[in-house]
Structure formats: C-alpha cells, structure tokens
C-alpha cells in the first residue's frame, strides 16, 4: 500500500490556518473522550505513552496520521509507527476520529496540561500526580475466581455484555482457554497492570468492542474481578514459542496417528485381484 502523502499535506493547510484557541478547546474535549483513558500529558507512562513533549518531538504530519489513521500506518511499515507497536506489544485502535479532530487534539497538546487525569476521571495537580505515582493508590482486590466465570461466561456480566472468551483467549493455542478472534490477554496483565486494563475496559477505545458493551458497563467489582483473573491467567500462561511448539507437535503426533491408522487398514487388504483364483481354476483344465 503507497504512503498516504496527501493527509500530512491536508492536515498542514488546515492546521496552520485556523484559530488555535478554539483548536485547542475543542481538543481538550476530544482528548479527554478518546485519549486519557490509555495516555497522560505529564503524568508518566500508562497504557500507552506519556504525551507530554510530543509535538515537539514528532512531525505535525505524522501525528495527525497516527491520530487518525493508525492501521494504516502500520501497513505501510511506517518505521516509527512499528518502533511504538513493538514497544508497547499492540497497536493503538482506530478510533474513527477526522482529520480535523487529529489537529484539535494536537493543537491541545501543544499547550500542555496543567493537570493529569486520575482513574477516577478527576484531575490532579501535577505535584500530587507525581507523589501519587511514587506511592500508588491500593486497588481493590477482586476475585480470580469469579473473574474466571465472568470472562467464560459462567456467570453473566451485570449489564448484559458478552463474555470475554467469546473473542479473546487466555493461553494462545488452546482452543479451550477462549477464541481467537481477537488478541490473546495472556500477558494483559503482565502489560497494562490492573488500572490499565480496567482504563480499557472503561473507555473502550476499540470500536467492536464499543459497540458490542455500548449500554452496558461494567461495574467496578466486575473490573477488580477481571482485572485479578487476568493477573493469575498471566502468570499460568506459557510463553508464546512454548505454546506453538506444543501445538506443532501435536499435530505432528495426529499426523503421525494417522499414518499408522491407515497402514494398519491397508495391510489386510487382498493382495491379488479378485479375478486371480478364477483364473487359475481354468488355467489348470487346460
């Protein structure tokens, strides 16, 4: 796929010519909506990473294009975009967010923040932002066990969203620990640490999984229980070259089964045609 060229130059042209106060405030909106559930502006690395000095750091052109089209930055192997997919082991979803919203957002960020959002959604002054990363809020202990039932579906969840295993699995390769329409969380926790990964069951900044939980939240014990089974799963999960290694074997021995199977069946089968005995019969008349 040819380098999108004509976004970079668009975003430029309209960035540069309108107003950036009410870029900016419209920005603030938006950022707060689709970004601050997964970044912060000055309050350190969380699900994805810290924004703080990212316009100065990255071209306004390539930032309006991993705002609005992330997806495609990956499959043209955009080299920086990959750098971060590597880093931070996924790539950040298509939020269906515009060119113009790309450049709202940034013209936001450019100002900074003065605050940084909390997991409550209420914002922290930057000094108590960082006391609070230094000494980190208890999480709730959820249930494992009952996170468990909840992402199988054993039990369904409050509101009424499907289960997790409907499309995520927990132990890549084994069909039995969930599906594989979408990526394992194995190592979800290993990754996003329980307020990240309750920030995305949150926000929900998928746009499949937005509509599949749209009025149907989960409560806050539910988080804290999937939160804590996917702590566990983590740790019981094997590493990723282990499991594949097992299932190539696997199929290997099935192959081999197989093989055995039919040697066996054809080694009792007639050896001659079912005509040689009536041949021979006339053959000694003669």
């Known amino acids: 796929m040819g380098q999108n060229t004509k976004l970079p130059f668009l975003f430029l042209l309209l960035w540069t010519s309108a107003p950036s106060a009410a870029l900016a405030d419209?920005?603030?909106a938006l950022y707060e909506e689709h970004c601050a559930a997964c970044?912060?502006?000055?309050?350190?690395?969380?699900?994805?990473p810290d924004l703080k000095g990212v316009?100065?750091?990255?071209?306004a052109g390539w930032l309006g294009r991993v705002i609005a089209e992330p997806d495609r930055l990956t499959a043209e192997?955009?080299?920086?975009?990959?750098?971060?997919?590597?880093?931070?082991?996924?790539?950040?979803?298509?939020?269906g967010l515009s060119l113009e919203n790309a450049w709202e957002i940034i013209e936001y960020m450019k100002g900074g923040s003065p605050a940084v959002k909390?997991?409550?959604?209420?914002?922290?002054?930057?000094?108590?932002?960082a006391a609070a990363k230094a000494a980190p809020e208890a999480?709730?202990?959820?249930?494992?066990?009952?996170?468990r039932e909840l992402f199988f579906g054993a039990?369904?969840?409050?509101?009424?969203?499907?289960?997790?295993?409907?499309?995520?699995s927990v132990s890549p390769g084994n069909m039995a620990a969930g599906g594989s329409?979408?990526?394992?969380?194995?190592?979800?926790?290993?990754?996003?640490?329980?307020?990240?990964?309750?920030?995305?069951?949150?926000?929900?900044?998928?746009?499949?999984?937005?509509?599949?939980?749209?009025?149907?939240?989960?409560?806050e014990g539910e988080l804290s229980d999937l939160a804590a089974f996917l702590e566990e799963a983590g740790k019981a999960a094997p590493e990723s070259g282990a499991s594949q290694a097992k299932l190539a074997l696997a199929g290997l021995a099935a192959a081999a089964g197989a093989l055995l199977l039919m040697a066996l069946v054809w080694s009792g089968r007639k050896k001659k045609g079912v005509k040689d005995d009536i041949l021979s019969r006339q053959a000694g008349t003669f």
């Open 139 to 147: 999480e709730p202990a959820g249930s494992a066990a009952a996170g």
């Open 55 to 59: 316009t100065d750091r990255r071209k």
């Open 77 to 95: 192997s955009d080299p920086e975009q990959l750098a971060l997919v590597k880093k931070w082991g996924m790539e950040m979803p298509n939020l």
């Open 39 to 48: 970044h912060t502006i000055g309050g350190g690395d969380s699900v994805g």
């Open 181 to 219: 329409f979408s990526v394992s969380l194995a190592k979800a926790f290993e990754k996003l640490g329980a307020k990240g990964i309750k920030a995305v069951l949150t926000s929900l900044p998928f746009p499949v999984k937005a509509a599949a939980f749209k009025g149907r939240a989960l409560t």
């Open 26 to 28: 419209h920005g603030k």
């Open 118 to 129: 909390a997991a409550a959604g209420k914002p922290l002054p930057a000094a108590a932002a």
């Open 155 to 168: 039990r369904p969840l409050a509101a009424g969203g499907p289960a997790c295993a409907a499309c995520h």
